[in-house]
């Protein structure tokens, strides 16, 4: 059997190692468009910190590829799937399958913004090849403006402060990391990330560059505001990678659609995993893109297994974050926007810490937790097993602990049946 698999992150590899436990004597190819061996993602906020050096962000050390014979071929842009023939075309090579898994990933998302396109020092911060532009960019001197304070303008946000004169950040919408913070939480954070260096411009956004010699020397913002601008990071947001599979035929909705459970497309030899597919989130049934590194490698591992007879599922997703900014800790998780008169909330302050709990009935259904993360694993227990509240003992909004279960519960589920 032979499986090819397109993309080297966390879907792709978890799809490989997923296939070698399942078949121990399956053909197992990787085709990446990367120059690197997977390598961890979340880590190149950190290489442009200088806390992680390179050698030390790879995912498997070499000898590991070797020995568990998944070949990785590198520096290779996929152009063509040919579903009649079954093989996958880049440039002139082709690459036989049996069952393929698209593991593409997503791209930076780039909105139009006059004289932006084509500055020598307008980067963006996704990967490791683009990080390394980044750092080879940012002096002590340079005045870097980020376009975005998602996630990913954030980290990069963070790690420029460390080395540059001046961070400013441009975001649309009202707040700093909308897609996971609420209204109210946003504003502590943003407190807290204003006291170690950084600047915002919120609901504003980039229109045009000013440039010389093809640099960006300023940005002039939507409000009318001029920035000096040394460096330029492209922030904006992310769009899954589905080029491949249009061109393919395959079913595409913002991203590539499979069955949510088998993860496999509308093609019987084909599978998707990652953040170029569709989820459906298990809290609420809405189709979404969850571009998670643990949800990743969940997809793939469930693909993996598919692809080579297995029968592992996914057994449903929802979002997940846990990212810290100057030592602040932020979890959250679940429906923490959920809007409707079918969801409440409560919130629980103390110094520093907070606590957003949010309910659907008796249900919890999603948290924000700020400096207040101990036994943030109960709650994600709470929500993914759907628990009925009113089953549990003390209060929710205290720290969590295996004993607000009965001791039923704690025997049976918590323990393996070894008694508390």
Same mark, same amino acid.
């Given at each position: 059997?032979?499986?090819?698999?397109?993309?080297?992150?966390? %879907?792709?590899?978890?799809?490989?190692?997923?296939?070698?436990?399942?078949?121990?004597?399956?053909?197992?190819?990787?085709?990446?468009?990367?120059?690197?061996?997977?390598?961890?993602?979340?880590?190149?906020?950190?290489? *442009?910190?200088?806390?992680?050096?390179?050698?030390?962000?790879?995912?498997?050390?070499?000898?590991?590829?070797?020995?568990?014979?998944?070949?990785?071929?590198?520096?290779?842009?996929?152009?063509?799937?040919?579903?009649?023939?079954?093989?996958?075309?880049?440039?002139?090579?082709?690459?036989?399958?049996?069952?393929?898994?698209?593991?593409? +990933?997503?791209?930076?998302?780039?909105?139009?913004?006059?004289?932006?396109?084509?500055?020598?020092? %307008?980067?963006?911060?996704?990967?490791?090849?683009?990080?390394?532009?980044?750092?080879?960019?940012?002096?002590?001197?340079?005045?870097?403006?980020?376009?975005?304070? =998602?996630?990913?303008?954030?980290?990069?946000?963070?790690?420029?402060?460390?080395?540059?004169?001046?961070?400013?950040?441009?975001?649309?919408?009202?707040?700093?990391?909308?897609?996971?913070?609420?209204?109210?939480?946003?504003?502590?954070?943003? %407190?807290?990330?204003?006291?170690? +260096?950084?600047?915002?411009?919120?609901?504003?956004?980039?229109?045009?560059?000013?440039?010389?010699?093809?640099?960006?020397?300023?940005?002039?913002?939507?409000?009318?505001?001029?920035?000096?601008?040394?460096? *330029?990071?492209?922030?904006?947001?992310?769009?899954?990678?589905?080029?491949?599979?249009?061109?393919?035929?395959?079913?595409?909705?913002?991203?590539?659609?499979?069955?949510?459970?088998?993860?496999?497309?509308?093609?019987?030899?084909?599978?998707?995993? +990652?953040?170029?597919?569709?989820?459906?989130?298990?809290?609420?049934?809405?189709?979404?893109?969850?571009?998670?590194?643990?949800?990743?490698?969940?997809?793939?591992?469930?693909?993996?297994?598919?692809?080579?007879?297995?029968? *592992?599922?996914?057994?449903?997703?929802?979002?997940?974050?846990?990212?810290?900014?100057?030592?602040?800790?932020?979890?959250?998780? =679940?429906?923490?926007?959920?809007?409707?008169?079918?969801?409440?909330?409560?919130?629980?302050?103390?110094?520093?810490?907070?606590?957003?709990?949010?309910?659907?009935?008796?249900?919890?259904?999603?948290?924000?937790?700020?400096?207040?993360?101990?036994?943030?694993?109960?709650?994600?227990?709470?929500?993914?097993?759907?628990?009925?509240?009113?089953?549990?003992?003390?209060?929710?909004?205290?720290?969590?602990?295996?004993?607000?279960?009965?001791?039923?519960?704690?025997?049976?589920?918590?323990?393996?049946?070894?008694?508390?």
């Amino acid at each position: 059997m032979k499986y090819l698999i397109i993309g080297a992150s966390a %879907a792709g590899l978890a799809t490989a190692e997923s296939i070698r436990k399942t078949d121990a004597g399956g053909e197992i190819t990787i085709i990446t468009k990367e120059a690197y061996l997977p390598y961890s993602r979340p880590s190149i906020s950190y290489y *442009l910190k200088g806390k992680v050096e390179e050698k030390n962000m790879f995912l498997r050390k070499a000898s590991y590829y070797k020995e568990n014979r998944i070949n990785i071929i590198t520096d290779t842009n996929v152009t063509k799937i040919d579903r009649e023939n079954k093989v996958v075309k880049a440039g002139r090579k082709e690459f036989p399958y049996d069952k393929l898994c698209l593991a593409t +990933g997503s791209k930076p998302f780039i909105p139009p913004m006059k004289n932006v396109e084509g500055g020598k020092n %307008a980067l963006t911060f996704l990967d490791l090849a683009a990080t390394k532009e980044v750092k080879k960019a940012a002096k002590a001197d340079t005045r870097a403006v980020v376009i975005g304070a =998602g996630l990913i303008g954030m980290k990069a946000a963070e790690g420029l402060t460390k080395i540059c004169a001046s961070v400013d950040v441009v975001e649309l919408a009202p707040r700093v990391l909308p897609s996971i913070l609420d209204e109210k939480s946003a504003k502590s954070v943003k %407190a807290h990330l204003e006291a170690n +260096g950084i600047k915002f411009h919120l609901e504003n956004t980039v229109v045009e560059a000013k440039t010389k010699n093809n640099l960006i020397t300023h940005v002039v913002l939507k409000n009318g505001k001029i920035l000096p601008c040394d460096l *330029l990071i492209l922030a904006v947001g992310v769009r899954p990678e589905t080029a491949l599979a249009e061109k393919a035929g395959l079913e595409v909705n913002r991203g590539i659609i499979t069955d949510p459970e088998t993860m496999q497309t509308g093609d019987e030899s084909i599978y998707a995993a +990652g953040d170029c597919t569709v989820s459906v989130d298990m809290l609420d049934g809405s189709k979404k893109i969850i571009a998670l590194w643990p949800n990743a490698v969940q997809q793939g591992t469930v693909a993996g297994s598919q692809m080579a007879g297995g029968s *592992l599922t996914t057994g449903g997703t929802y979002s997940v974050n846990a990212i810290d900014f100057y030592g602040l800790r932020i979890c959250t998780c =679940g429906l923490i926007n959920a809007k409707g008169k079918q969801y409440s909330d409560k919130i629980k302050t103390d110094g520093n810490a907070y606590k957003r709990l949010v309910f659907e009935g008796n249900k919890l259904v999603g948290f924000v937790l700020i400096n207040a993360s101990v036994n943030a694993g109960i709650y994600t227990k709470l929500i993914s097993e759907g628990t009925d509240l009113s089953t549990l003992e003390g209060n929710i909004m205290d720290d969590p602990s295996l004993f607000m279960f009965s001791k039923e519960v704690r025997t049976e589920k918590l323990t393996g049946g070894v008694a508390l």
